[in-house]
């Protein structure tokens, strides 16, 4: 399978060129709903977690068998139950005898009984009292069999969950609450004897969309304090267990392409000197085999793997990706004003950067001010440099990639990239974070220690170095040697 049939077969979203832009915003495709939004893990698996443990604790034929009777059983109370659902705070305010009603018969049977037992655990369960009288003590293995409930059903559309959210429906159409129109019978009778009517491809996401109206915050329905008082009560009950997601992570081998690294920066600087015609400022020659250099440094250190497959590999690469577009478009350019343009802007920089640190007390370790001094002087003294502040070429990267004819390298690795520059969220959660997988904690992210990525930054930058070497063999032919992609 090609890597692009790839991709389209894991992507269940709106592509890119689908989604319209406003102002400095791509919209999603659901930006123009008005839209309220309802969580079935935060809000509806606390409310229904009778039929949670139901579903998962007993054959799904049993349990859809007992869900069918307990439905008999609401019809027949229709009366006492009014609006209220099978909701744990909704079944809280009835009367032990209607509530004796709707589930005696079925926790008679020591299986569902069992089943349901964990409830127990939950000191705050809001109808606790009424299935004390009704369920056995739970036993050392309730925590488990929660927490087990709980990760089958967490995603909502599990089978189990669907079962779930197909039980909530039908209750509130057993209390003759819920209205279809004509035209939709069919689907009204597919409800009534699912799962064995009609095509479950269609019948088990209506279902769920259904479902979701009866969600708090849609309509009258409200959040009730139960919902976070369960998650509260897992918390303060159950430990973490914590999982670091690069767990299988082993340590690549580059020790081949250290020799290749070397050897082709060894050529790079041969061939320096091969071409340099004066030793005057050359501005074109020196950006040239300097940006070269720089990126060959990046990969160099980054065949580490405690570099490049860590953090700092990400934020190497994306440095190699600013420098690639950067050769780029001064090739591209190949303007002796456009080179110099990019020589004395970073002459300017660190004339402004030593300006400010001798007005400072405190000065930063990575950078001596005599070094600063000497950057700021070396093609001319300082006080006749002007400052130029914004971009160097008064446009972002992006406009640079574009005209230099390297957009589609650009969206290849720009965005995920600049993340792990910028500390945008989702590179300190990737870097920085792993994941409980405890259940009942609802899969919450706990710091990890510094750790080996199972990605590894290195084949990128080995492209990105064969890419800038070949702007060099453009400017200045023939060089010929380049790293080869296949390790030995
Ligand atoms: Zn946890």
């Given at each position: 399978m090609s890597k692009s049939k790839v991709n389209a077969v894991n992507v269940r979203t709106t592509p890119l060129s689908s989604l319209k832009r406003k102002g400095k915003v791509i919209a999603?495709?659901?930006?123009g709903l008005n839209m309220q939004f309802s969580s079935w893990i935060n809000d509806a698996i606390p409310e229904v977690l009778w039929s949670l443990l139901a579903i998962t604790g007993l054959s799904r034929e049993n349990a859809l068998s007992s869900f069918r009777r307990i439905l008999v059983n609401v019809r027949q109370n229709k009366s006492a139950l009014?609006?209220?659902?099978?909701?744990h705070s909704r079944l809280a305010e009835l009367e032990q005898p209607v509530f004796n009603a709707l589930f005696a018969d079925e926790c008679a049977n020591s299986d569902f009984a069992t089943a349901l037992s964990p409830l127990l655990l939950l000191p705050s369960l809001p109808d606790r009292k009424h299935w004390e009288t009704l369920l056995p003590a739970p036993d050392v293995a309730s925590w488990s069999r929660l927490a087990e409930t709980v990760a089958r059903t967490?995603?909502?559309?599990?089978q189990e969950a669907t079962d779930c959210r197909w039980l909530k429906i039908t209750t509130v159409a057993a209390l003759g609450k819920l209205h279809m129109p004509v035209a939709m019978s069919e689907r009204a009778r597919e409800y009534d004897e699912y799962p064995n009517r009609g095509d479950m491809k269609s019948v088990r996401p209506s279902i769920r969309a259904l479902e979701m109206s009866?969600?708090?915050?849609?309509?009258d329905e409200k959040r009730t304090s139960w919902m976070d008082e369960f998650w509260s009560e897992c918390w303060d009950s159950t430990d973490c267990l914590m999982a670091n997601p690069d767990d299988e992570a082993t340590r690549a081998d580059h020790r081949a392409f250290f020799e290749q690294v070397k050897s082709l920066y060894e050529a790079v600087v041969d061939h320096f000197l091969m071409t340099?015609?004066?030793?005057?400022?050359d501005a074109k020659h020196d950006a040239c085999f300097g940006l070269v250099c720089y990126i060959l440094q990046l990969l160099f250190f980054c065949l580490k793997s405690t570099v490049g497959q860590a953090l700092p590999g990400r934020i190497a690469l994306r440095s190699a990706v600013e420098c690639y577009i950067t050769l780029a478009y001064l090739v591209h350019h190949d303007s002796e004003t456009v080179w110099l343009q990019y020589r004395n802007y970073g002459a300017g920089q660190s004339k402004l950067a030593f300006l400010k640190r001798i007005d400072q007390d405190e000065v930063p370790s990575f950078i001596s001010t005599e070094l600063l001094e000497e950057l700021a002087n070396q093609?001319?003294?300082?006080?006749f440099q002007d400052i130029k502040l914004g971009a160097w070429a008064d446009k972002n990267l992006r406009s640079m990639a574009q005209e230099a004819g390297e957009k589609a390298f650009y969206d290849r690795y720009y965005d995920a990239l600049s993340g792990y520059v910028h500390g945008n969220w989702s590179a300190i959660s990737h870097s920085g974070f792993g994941l409980c997988l405890n259940p009942l904690h609802r899969f919450h992210r706990i710091p990890l220690p510094p750790r080996l990525l199972i990605d590894d930054a290195v084949p990128d930058l080995i492209k990105i170095g064969n890419l800038s070497v070949d702007k060099l063999a453009h400017m200045y032919p023939p060089f010929k040697p380049r790293l080869r992609r296949n390790e030995p």
């Open positions: 999603s495709p659901m930006s009014d609006t209220r659902r099978l909701e967490f995603d909502h559309q599990s009866l969600r708090p915050g849609v309509g340099i015609e004066q030793t005057g400022i093609d001319a003294w300082m006080e």
